[in-house]
Nanobody, 111 residues
Framework: QVQVVESGGDLVQPGGSLRLSCVASSRIFSFSGVGWYRQAPGKQRDWVASITSGGMSSYADSVKGRFTISRDNAKKTVYLQMNSLKPEDTATYYC?????WGQGTQVTVSS
């Protein structure tokens, strides 16, 4: 059974930074891409960023230039570095690995 666990969410002021982590307990972690998604209250879950097994990254236009996705295969972890946070970034952030999702981590951007 694969477990996906996100962490790192917090309350932060506009302009601040956070780093989210996603750990996936899978022997094939290094052979698969991983994605970050977010869902604000009352809204659909939206894609934020992805990273391939080879380390190539892609981003939603809304976060491009502010967020950076990276991975550490030895730790079976994918990170989402979020800078210049805005109130509209407030959401529960989810990690997807293959068909598996984590429980989410809450990011709140507010003064």
């Amino acid at each position: 059974q694969v477990q996906v666990v996100e962490s790192g969410g917090d309350l932060v002021q506009p302009g601040g930074s956070l780093r989210l982590s996603c750990v996936a307990s899978s022997r094939i972690f290094s052979f698969s891409g991983v994605g970050w998604y977010r869902q604000a209250p009352g809204k659909q879950r939206d894609w934020v960023a992805s990273i391939t097994s080879g380390g190539m990254s892609s981003y939603a236009d809304s976060v491009k230039g502010r967020f950076t996705i990276s991975r550490d295969n030895a730790k079976k972890t994918v990170y989402l570095q979020m800078n210049s946070l805005k109130p509209e970034d407030t959401a529960t952030y989810y990690c997807q690995f293959l068909a598996y999702w984590g429980q989410g981590t809450q990011v709140t951007v507010s003064s």
